[in-house]
């Protein structure tokens, strides 16, 4: 999971969480909008199987998501794969909806 801002901690807890009960998952928390870490993402989309970012700043209906769902997507555009998942407040509804991706 891609995360920025004030929602890491939470996430940094909900990762932990779903690690103990034996799921495989991460966390990045951007430090800095930019530069955009373009080079960094791509690193680590590169060892993942799933990458998901979490970005509050989006509106509803968006084509195109926030700004850091942006910047991933722009970054990893010449990549390849692709899922989008709308998930409800439950971080293990989460994880477990992302394991099923392949």
Sequence with gaps: MII???LALQM????DQV???GYKVGMVKLRHFRPFPVEDII???KKTKVLGVIDRAMAFG???GG???CEV???LHDTQGGSYIIPNDNSKYTFE????LE
Excluded: F, M
């Design 67 to 69: 700004p850091i769902s």
């Design 43 to 45: 690193d680590v989309a």
């Design 4 to 6: 920025y801002g004030d």
């Design 73 to 75: 997507k722009t970054a």
């Design 12 to 15: 940094e807890e909900a990762v």
């Design 97 to 100: 909806k992302i394991g099923t």
């Design 62 to 64: 968006s084509q195109t």
């Design 19 to 21: 690690r103990e009960e």
